[in-house]
C-alpha cells in the first residue's frame, strides 16, 4: 500500500514586497502626494468646486498666451543650437584630434556640474551693458551707448541656454562617434565619397539614438528652465516657469500658479511623448551610449 504525502504549499515570501514598498512610499511622499496638491488647489476654483474655471481663465489670458510661444520658441531654437553646435564640436574633436582636444572634452563635461546662474553671471560680466566687451568697445570706439545689448533679450537667452545645454548633446554624441568603426569611413574616402557625404550616409545614422537622445533631453530642460531667464533679466521675455514664479510669490495668486505649473507638466510629457514616438518610427532604442 503506498503512502501518499500532501504537497507542502510553499511559504509566501513576503521580502520581495517589503522591497518594494519603500521606494513606492518615497515616491508618494516625495512626488505623488505633492503633485495631487498641485492638482487640487489647480481645479479647485473660487467657489471651492473643483472645476476647470482656473482653466479656462489661463487659457484666455494674453499673458499666458505669449509666455507659452516664448517658452516654446525658446525651447526649439535652444535645441538646434544645442544640436548644430555639439554635432560639429563632436566631429572635430572625434574625427580631427588635435593637441589640447582631449583637454577640450574636459572642460565640456565640466559644464555639466556648474550651476546654471554661473553661465548667466559669466555673460553679464563679459556681454553685460557694463561688461568687458562693451567697456573695451566704448573705450576704443568713444560710443556713448553700449554697442552690444543682445543679452538682455531672447537672443540672449537663447545663447546662454545652448552654452550651458549642448555638453548634453556631446556627450552621447562622442561615446557613439568613437564606436563607429573606422574602416567605413576609410572606405568611402578610398571610394572617392565626398566629406559631406560620409557624414549624411555613414556618421549621421549611426549618431542619430545619441542625436534625439541628448537633442530630446535638452528640448525637456529648456522649455522648464527658470534660473536662466530670471538671472539675465531679459526684457519682455516671459516664460511659463517665470509666470509660475510671479504669480505664486509677486501675486500670491496659488491657484492660478499651480494651473500654470500643471499645464507645464502636461507640456513636457507631451514633448517626451513625441520624442518616443519619433524614436519608435525611426527604429531608435533607448540604449546606453
Known amino acids: 500500500m503506498s503512502l501518499i504525502l500532501p504537497l507542502e504549499k510553499p511559504a509566501l515570501n513576503l521580502r520581495p514586497l517589503l522591497w ?24 479647485r476654483g473660487a467657489n471651492g468646486e473643483i472645476g476647470l474655471e482656473t482653466f479656462r481663465q489661463v487659457v484666455d489670458s494674453k499673458r499666458f498666451v505669449g509666455a507659452l510661444l516664448n517658452t516654446l520658441q525658446i525651447a526649439f531654437f535652444a535645441t538646434a543650437g544645442c544640436l548644430l553646435l ?19 572634452g574636459r572642460v565640456v563635461d565640466t559644464f555639466i556640474a556648474l550651476p546654471t546662474f554661473l553661465i548667466t553671471v559669466a555673460f553679464t560680466f563679459i556681454y553685460g551693458s557694463a561688461g568687458l566687451l562693451n567697456g573695451t568697445l566704448m573705450s576704443l570706439f568713444a560710443f556713448e551707448l553700449p554697442p552690444v545689448d543682445f543679452l538682455y533679450s531672447m537672443q ?24 563607429i568603426d573606422k574602416s567605413q569611413l576609410e572606405a568611402a574616402s578610398i571610394l572617392g565619397a565626398h566629406p559631406l557625404r560620409v557624414i549624411g550616409q555613414v556618421i549621421f545614422p549611426a549618431a542619430l539614438p545619441a542625436l534625439m537622445a541628448g537633442g530630446s533631453l535638452c528640448l525637456l530642460l529648456t522649455t522648464n528652465e527658470f534660473g536662466i531667464v530670471l538671472f539675465i533679466g531679459a526684457k519682455g521675455v516671459n516664460t511659463l516657469p517665470m509666470m509660475v514664479y510671479s504669480k505664486a510669490i509677486l501675486e500670491s495668486d496659488y491657484t492660478v500658479a499651480c494651473m500654470i505649473a500643471l499645464i507645464n507638466i502636461v507640456l513636457s510629457l507631451g514633448l517626451f511623448s513625441l520624442y518616443r514616438l519619433a524614436a519608435s518610427r525611426t527604429g531608435v532604442r533607448s540604449q546606453p551610449c
Request: aromatic share 8%.
Open 156 to 179: 540672449g537667452v537663447i545663447l546662454a541656454e545652448i552654452t550651458v545645454f549642448t555638453p548634453l548633446v556631446m556627450r552621447p554624441l562622442m561615446a557613439a562617434l568613437r564606436q
Open 20 to 43: 518594494l514598498l519603500l521606494p513606492l512610499l518615497v515616491l508618494a511622499t516625495l512626488f505623488f502626494w505633492p503633485l495631487s496638491l498641485i492638482v487640487e488647489q489647480a481645479l
Open 86 to 104: 555639439g554635432s560639429v564640436m563632436s566631429l572635430i574633436l572625434v574625427f580631427i584630434p588635435f593637441p589640447g582636444s582631449e583637454l577640450i
